[in-house]
């Protein structure tokens, strides 16, 4: 069970890019790097997932490198509204039964100043 | 475009009720999961499971049982409910199998135990 270490919080201002580095060092052949964001209330949200090299979307990029241990989102230009707690999760997400892998860790809470 | 539905927000039960917490999901997902979340501990699964009437302790089933008779639904139930059971509970859905795939997350019940 790979286990992830986030920073505990980091703060940003508007306008700026953030970069959450998340360390998995015993992460498997078969894992995946998953992304979410959690408001407070709410249930976390599934932002971006990865395997290797980059992924993009509307939201974030992952960038893994070659070896893997390690992962960062990047979210571009943030805004008040993403003020958050990100969770950084590593499993195999492709197998039935698989749930016991996926295990979320304490997150980074994000908070973006004016 | 509510996806995952937890059937209430606020709960407030009293000691040694039997509790019965509900989830439906409406995206056909095979694998269903409830996790509690408390400060500083972060997201802990409890239980889940991958197919009808199939389910698998997580990391702190104790105390808990659940009960998934039809696809859609995965009900979490606290035989004689506990003040350390006072938590916010989250139920997720996701499908067997594919690298784009996520937890979609209810939007969570807070259950207060008196």
């Known amino acids: 069970l790979a286990k992830t270490t986030q920073p505990i919080s980091m703060d940003s201002y508007e306008g700026q890019e953030v970069n959450i580095t998340c360390s998995h060092n015993?992460?498997?052949?078969?894992?995946?790097i998953t992304w979410y964001q959690q408001f407070p209330s709410q249930g976390p949200r599934f932002i971006i997932q990865g395997y290797k090299t980059k992924v993009t979307n509307e939201v974030a990029s992952l960038f893994i490198p070659a070896d893997r241990k390690s992962s960062t989102l990047s979210l571009p230009r943030v805004s008040l509204s993403d003020t958050a707690v990100y969770y950084c999760l590593v499993g195999d997400a492709a197998l039935r039964g698989s749930a016991r892998q996926l295990t979320f860790g304490s997150g980074t809470q994000l908070t973006v100043l004016p | 475009d509510v996806k995952v539905t937890q059937s209430s927000r606020y709960l407030v039960k009293r000691t040694g009720e039997k509790v019965f917490l509900e989830c439906v999901q409406d995206?056909?997902?095979?694998?269903m999961f409830w996790y509690r979340q408390d400060p500083g501990l972060g997201l802990r699964l409890i239980y889940f499971s991958y197919d009808v009437k199939m389910k698998e302790k997580g990391d702190i089933p104790e105390g808990y049982s659940v009960s998934r008779e039809k696809k859609e639904r995965f009900s979490l139930i606290l035989e004689s409910a506990s003040t350390n059971q006072t938590s916010m509970y989250l139920c997720?859905?996701?499908?067997?199998?594919?690298?784009?795939?996520?937890?979609?997350f209810g939007s969570g019940t807070r259950l207060t135990v008196v």
């Open positions: 995206m056909d997902h095979e694998n």
């Open positions: 015993n992460i498997a052949t078969n894992d995946y």
């Open positions: 997720a859905s996701s499908t067997h199998g594919g690298a784009e795939n996520g937890y979609t």
